[in-house]
Nanobody, 115 residues
Framework: QVQLVESGGGLVQPGGSLRLSCAAS????????MNWYRQAPGQQRELVAT???????NYADFVKGRFTISRDNAKNTVYLQMNSLKPEDTAVYYC?????????WGQGTQVTVSS
């Protein structure tokens, strides 16, 4: 069982930045892949970024060059640094861990980009 708790969401103006955090209840050193997803109202949940235990990263095209995923194994935390935010980035952002063949999800954190 893995519990994930996201934080760092909020209201930001277009062009602004936010950093999301995802704290895990177990050592993330043993978690192969940790992901950030997002879901906008009326839309399907979509993958935003992935980081593996080997620190390999992958990004959706719509955030490349703007978002950065990172992990701090000592703090059991994964981060999503979001820069140059756009109104279309407005969504609930979810942390996901793939562990022992199972998917675990956090409760989500709301990000709203609006002037």
């Amino acid at each position: 069982q893995v519990q994930l708790v996201e934080s760092g969401g909020g209201l930001v103006q277009p062009g602004g930045s936010l950093r999301l955090s995802c704290a895990a209840s177990i050592s993330i050193f043993s978690i192969y892949a940790m992901n950030w997803y997002r879901q906008a109202p009326g839309q399907q949940r979509e993958l935003v970024a992935t980081i593996t235990s080997g620190r390999n990263t992958n990004y959706a095209d719509f955030v490349k060059g703007r978002f950065t995923i990172s992990r701090d194994n000592a703090k059991n935390t994964v981060y999503l640094q979001m820069n140059s935010l756009k109104p279309e980035d407005t969504a609930v952002y979810y942390c996901n861990a793939v562990y022992m063949g199972f998917d675990f999800w956090g409760q989500g954190t709301q990000v709203t980009v609006s002037s």
